[in-house]
Nanobody, 120 residues
Framework: QVQLVESGGGLVQAGGSLRLSCAAS????????MAWYRQAPGKQRELVAV???????NYADSVKGRFTISRDNARNTMYLQMNSLKPEDTAVYYC??????????????WGQGTQVTVSS
């Protein structure tokens, strides 16, 4: 079993910054790609950013130039630095990880989510 725990959410004014963390723990052979998603009230969950095991990032157009995804493979932790936040960034942010088990089967796991609220 794998657990993903997000932290770092909160309330911030427009133009401010927050840094989210997602720590993975449990039993697994390796961590593959990891990603941040978000879901605003009444909207579908959307991909914010993804990072490969080698550290290559990709971003949704809506956050390019403002958000930075990174990971520390030694600590099995992923980060999302969010700058120049806008009210439309308000959502519950979820981390997702793709893990290879000792059996070499591949599984996706999700964190419980952390609320980010940006006030205008």
């Amino acid at each position: 079993q794998v657990q993903l725990v997000e932290s770092g959410g909160g309330l911030v004014q427009a133009g401010g910054s927050l840094r989210l963390s997602c720590a993975a723990s449990g039993s697994f052979f390796s961590v593959n790609a990891m990603a941040w998603y978000r879901q605003a009230p009444g909207k579908q969950r959307e991909l914010v950013a993804v990072i490969t095991s080698g550290g290559k990032p990709n971003y949704a157009d809506s956050v390019k130039g403002r958000f930075t995804i990174s990971r520390d493979n030694a600590r099995n932790t992923m980060y999302l630095q969010m700058n120049s936040l806008k009210p439309e960034d308000t959502a519950v942010y979820y981390c997702k990880g793709t893990f290879t088990a000792a059996s070499r089967k591949v599984y996706d796991y999700w964190g419980q989510g952390t609320q980010v609220t940006v006030s205008s």
